[in-house]
Structures are given as structure tokens and as C-alpha cells.
């Protein structure tokens, strides 16, 4: 008789939702397989959600993975729906630790102290982006934003875009806060600051950013409405964060 082996796939945002869960967990009869045939299974456990699963993602071991790359039951798993963007640092009893220049945090966000992160003597020009909560949406009016994260990863995708930015704008120098949790109307959910020598890259380098962040980090969005709720994806066509640049 086969021993099966047990698989664990954390879920996030509008998956776990949906699923009435966080974490799934399937017995299988392999140790490996490719992420195209985990999603088969994880389909064939779940034939409900098969529209759901074929459009998210898998995440190995913190980093995006390909229909066709292997991935193994003792790696750390986890399907991560369209992400809808708006962040070295991370989260620990709510309170940021060094280094500041890319933070995911609860507590309110400063334009201030994250632009302090990008100024330098030897450049010219800073520009700070700052994302706001808006209240009216197509005629909806939002009671609040709810902001979810896949926290470690996350972390290394927002200095994964700040490499990205490195390579196409030498010496430029980026800074990236995302708040998670409840931000209210006309409170600020996301700050990008970068500096440069001259201004043209600062202004290329910013919509890069923030372009990017949507695409890939691994942040989700629930809009409250007053009479319902609705976790938001990604609206700029086919995902595919893996996809090259």
C-alpha cells in the first residue's frame, strides 16, 4: 500500500475566504510534483474553486513558481490570488526594525521619515508618491480599505523592485511603505520615494515602481462598502508575475 504524503498550501485574502480556510491540506500519493500538477489536484479536491485555482498563483519557498517548475511537500506552499497593489524590514508586534527603505507595517505611514530613507548629497532630485483611501468609486462609496499580505514574501519583492529599479536607473535610490490592516478614507496605504541625480529618473523610476508593485507583491485589498464587501484583484489582464520584464 502507498504512503501517502502530506501536502500543506497556505491561502490568503479572497482564497481563504472563499475556501472557508487558510490552509489547505492534501494527502498525495508523490513527494513531487510540477506546480501545474498540484493545481490538478488541488482541483480535483476542490472542483468548485477550479476557476479560482487556475487563475492564482503558486508561491514556493517565498518566491513566485512556473506551471512547469517542481516543487516538493516539505516546501513552503502557498496560492496567492491576483494580487491588487496598492513594500530591508519587516513586521513584528506591529513596530518596524531596521533597515527603513522597505517597510510593511500596521501603524500609520510618514512621508516624511520614508523620504529621509532615498535623500542623499549627491542627488539632485527626490519624489515622493503617496496612495491614498478614496471614498467614492464609480458611484460606491468606500467605508474602508482592509489590506492583507503575504509578509515575508512581500518584503522580498519589494526589494526585488528596488534591484529592478537599481539595474535600469543606476544610482538611483528607492523607498517603499505599505500600511496592512484597516486604512481608513483619506488615510495613506502606500509611499514610494526615490531620489536620483536629475529628475527624468525619478519620475521614470516612481511609475516604475508602483507599476510594478501591482504586478507582483503579494498584497491584497478588500473594499468595505456600506452595504457589502468585495476582495480586489488584479485589473490589468492576464497575471503572470514570473513573466520576464
Known amino acids: 500500500m502507498t504512503k501517502m504524503i502530506k501536502w500543506t498550501i497556505h491561502l490568503f485574502a479572497g ?4 475556501f472557508g480556510q487558510p490552509t489547505i491540506f492534501l494527502d498525495l500519493d508523490h513527494s ?5 500538477e498540484l493545481k490538478q489536484a488541488l482541483i480535483a479536491a476542490y472542483p468548485n474553486h ?12 517565498q ?3 512556473a506551471e512547469d517548475d517542481r516543487v516538493a511537500a516539505h516546501d513552503e506552499l502557498a496560492l496567492l490570488p491576483p494580487v491588487s497593489g496598492g513594500e530591508e524590514s519587516a513586521v513584528e508586534d506591529d513596530s ?18 520614508l523620504t529621509s530613507q532615498v535623500i542623499t548629497a549627491s542627488h539632485g532630485a527626490t519624489l515622493t508618491f503617496t496612495g491614498t483611501t478614496r471614498e467614492w468609486t464609480q458611484g460606491q462609496r468606500t467605508v474602508r480599505l482592509e489590506y492583507e499580505a503575504y509578509v515575508p514574501m512581500a518584503l522580498k519583492t519589494l526589494q526585488q523592485i528596488g534591484d529592478e ?6 544610482g538611483t535610490r528607492c523607498a517603499i511603505a505599505h500600511r496592512i490592516g484597516i486604512v481608513g478614507i483619506a488615510e495613506i496605504s502606500v509611499i514610494i520615494a526615490v531620489s536620483a541625480p536629475h529628475r527624468d529618473a525619478c519620475y521614470e523610476a ?12 503579494p498584497i491584497w485589498k478588500r473594499e468595505i462598502w456600506e452595504d457589502g464587501s468585495e476582495w480586489k484583484g488584479h485589473q490589468q489582464g492576464p497575471w503572470n508575475p514570473a513573466a520576464p520584464l
Open 96 to 113: 518596524i526594525t531596521k533597515p527603513l527603505r522597505y517597510v510593511i507595517t500596521s501603524e500609520p505611514l510618514s512621508v516624511e521619515a
Open 15 to 18: 482564497l481563504a475566504d472563499r
Open 206 to 217: 516612481s511609475r516604475y515602481a508602483i507599476e510594478r508593485l501591482k504586478q507582483i507583491v
Open 63 to 65: 518566491a513566485y513558481a
Open 165 to 170: 529599479i537599481d539595474a535600469r536607473w543606476p
Open 32 to 36: 513531487e510534483l510540477t506546480v501545474l
Open 50 to 61: 477550479e476557476p479560482l485555482i487556475n487563475i492564482s498563483f503558486l508561491a514556493s519557498n
